[in-house]
């Protein structure tokens, strides 16, 4: 990127610095003419300082941390908080933010929202609204790791660069990357949210004892990939489900989060037909079963659909993309083959 590019963009940021705060430094807030946050990548905190008008110390966007010394402009911000490497990619979400963002951030300066209770659906909401798109992050990544390269209809997913994670009440607060993943119900309501907590330098799950967790209403919702029809596929986790996305990548599939939802998962009206993709395990084959004869007596027709090894995203992973292809060829049926499966390159 050309010098005089970064600056425009720089000074673009600079126009709306207090909304590019809220978005990107969410941990702090306004003080004064200055947004406080415990450092660049969001930490709780008030030793950094961001100038949101331009004074004659200097221009809006311009930063400073009293506890480190480092300094920046808010293309410093997005690189960090986002966990950004290429300046390409920063400038693509610096003019991504620039094309979305309100018009006037102020406008919402004096609103405070009264705490949300823990785990409840509406501190789901808050997360997924608090969270950003995958592109370009560790979530793409880490998905990229799996195997999970084409994101087709994959808007339920989204990226924290620093979510709170605690191992139990009496543990201190940490914060990690993350991939939120939105629950939702039959209309398309947010009920819950999952967090899968990240290793930005391994692009893999963060070395903490519970690196999954949900919260929120579950019982009976799922997230979900695609738009529902006559025709779709559920499974428990969220890189199974994808994985199969992979080769059927307009089938309409949900991830249910766990075998005894996947049990649970509510039919939509439309529904005629439901692939059920079990992991290899006793509690796959027992959410496989109740689905089964719950789909059936709702007059809807059930198939299952096996991995090769203990679930569609280690077939992915060790066998590859075409052996996974294949199965899924000879289990789904040749009609829906032909409607939803992707042609081999």
């Given at each position: 990127?050309?010098?005089?590019?970064?600056?425009?963009?720089?000074?673009?940021?600079?126009?709306?610095?207090?909304?590019?705060?809220?978005?990107?430094?969410?941990?702090?807030?306004?003080?004064?003419?200055?947004?406080?946050?415990?450092?660049?990548?969001?930490?709780?905190?008030?030793?950094?300082?961001?100038?949101?008008?331009?004074?004659?110390?200097?221009?809006?966007?311009?930063?400073?941390?009293?506890a480190?010394?480092?300094?920046?402009?808010?293309?410093?911000?997005?690189?960090?908080?986002?966990?950004?490497?290429?300046?390409?990619?920063?400038?693509?979400?610096?003019?991504?933010?620039?094309?979305?963002?309100?018009?006037?951030?102020?406008?919402?300066?004096?609103?405070?929202?009264?705490?949300?209770?823990?785990?409840?659906?509406?501190?789901?909401?808050r997360?997924?609204?608090?969270s950003?798109?995958?592109?370009?992050?560790?979530?793409?990544a880490?998905?990229?790791?799996?195997?999970?390269?084409?994101?087709?209809?994959?808007?339920?997913?989204?990226?924290?660069?620093?979510?709170?994670?605690?191992?139990d009440?009496?543990?201190?607060?940490?914060?990690w990357?993350?991939?939120?993943?939105?629950?939702?119900?039959?209309?398309?309501?947010?009920?819950g949210?999952?967090r899968?907590?990240?290793?930005?330098?391994?692009?893999?799950?963060?070395p903490?004892?519970?690196?999954?967790?949900?919260?929120?209403?579950?019982?009976?919702?799922?997230?979900?990939?695609?738009?529902?029809?006559?025709?779709?596929?559920?499974?428990?986790?969220?890189?199974?489900?994808?994985?199969?996305?992979?080769?059927?990548?307009?089938?309409?599939?949900?991830?249910?989060l766990?075998?005894?939802?996947?049990?649970?998962?509510?039919?939509?009206?439309?529904?005629?037909?439901?692939?059920?993709?079990?992991?290899?395990?006793?509690?796959?084959?027992?959410?496989?079963?109740?689905?089964i004869?719950?789909?059936?007596?709702?007059?809807?027709?059930?198939?299952?659909?096996?991995?090769?090894?203990?679930?569609?995203?280690?077939?992915?992973?060790?066998?590859?993309?075409?052996t996974?292809?294949?199965?899924?060829?000879?289990?789904?049926?040749?009609q829906?083959?032909?409607?939803?499966?992707?042609?081999?390159?």
């Open positions: 990127m050309a010098r005089q590019d970064a600056s425009d963009l720089a000074h673009s940021l600079g126009r709306q610095a207090e909304a590019v705060c809220r978005h990107y430094l969410s941990s702090g807030r306004r003080e004064g003419g200055y947004w406080r946050v415990g450092d660049v990548r969001n930490a709780p905190g008030r030793s950094m300082y961001v100038r949101l008008k331009d004074t004659p110390k200097g221009p809006a966007g311009k930063w400073t941390d009293a480190t010394g480092e300094h920046g402009d808010l293309l410093d911000v997005i690189r960090e908080s986002c966990g950004l490497i290429d300046f390409t990619d920063v400038a693509d979400e610096a003019r991504t933010f620039l094309s979305t963002a309100p018009a006037e951030p102020e406008a919402c300066e004096h609103q405070q929202q009264s705490p949300a209770p823990h785990g409840s659906p509406e501190a789901a909401r997360l997924v609204r608090m950003q798109p995958i592109r370009h992050t560790i979530v793409q880490y998905l990229r790791e799996r195997g999970v390269t084409d994101l087709r209809g994959t808007g339920s997913l989204h990226f924290h660069p620093h979510c709170y994670y605690r191992h009440e009496h543990s201190p607060t940490e914060t990357p993350a991939m939120i993943a939105e629950v939702t119900d039959l209309d398309g309501k947010i009920t949210a999952h899968t907590w990240l290793d930005p330098r391994r692009r893999d799950k963060a903490i004892e519970t690196p999954r967790r949900a919260m929120g209403d579950l019982l009976g919702h799922a997230v979900r990939f695609g738009i529902g029809g006559e025709v779709m596929a559920a499974g428990e986790g969220i890189e199974t489900v994808l994985s199969l996305r992979q080769v059927l990548p307009d089938m309409p599939m949900l991830a249910a766990s075998a005894a939802h996947l049990a649970a998962i509510l039919f939509a009206d439309t529904l005629r037909r439901l692939y059920i993709m079990r992991d290899n395990d006793p509690a796959g084959n027992r959410a496989r079963d109740t689905l004869e719950r789909a059936n007596a709702a007059g809807i027709e059930a198939i299952a659909i096996s991995p090769e090894l203990d679930d569609f995203n280690e077939d992915l992973r060790t066998l590859g993309l075409e996974l292809r294949m199965e899924a060829r000879l289990q789904v049926a040749p829906d083959v032909a409607r939803f499966m992707a042609l081999a390159t």
